[in-house]
């Protein structure tokens, strides 16, 4: 099991950004995709954005255009710079490898004036 730590998370008033960063304890990080998810209390788990080993990314409707999500092999690291956060944004993300395979703690987003 690889283990992965998240951190970046806090509170920001709406309209503000943010920068989630989450490190892998792999050395075989570069195969791998990685994604980030949110999760509220009593909601699912929604997929926010994936990257995979080429570095193409996917995100969730929801995003548009908003977040974007990178990555540093070198570093065991992958990113995901939030623009223009919303009330509606609040939740804890966790990142992911795999993606979906493993998941880390959590960090939380609050966005609140």
């Known amino acids: 099991q690889v283990h992965l730590v998240e951190s970046g998370g806090g509170l920001v008033q709406p309209g503000g950004s943010l920068r989630l960063s989450c490190v892998a304890s792999?050395?075989?990080?570069?195969?791998?995709?990685m994604g980030w998810y949110r999760q509220g209390t009593g909601k699912r788990r929604d997929m926010v954005a994936v990257?995979?080993?080429?570095?193409?990314?996917y995100y969730g409707d929801f995003v548009k255009g908003r977040f974007t999500i990178s990555r540093d092999n070198a570093e065991r690291s992958v990113y995901l710079q939030m623009n223009n956060l919303k009330p509606s944004d609040t939740d804890v993300y966790y990142c992911s490898l795999g993606p979906e395979v493993d998941w880390g703690p959590g960090t939380q987003v609050t966005v609140s004036s």
């Open positions: 990257i995979d080993t080429t570095g193409r990314t």
């Open positions: 792999t050395t075989r990080f570069s195969v791998y995709g």
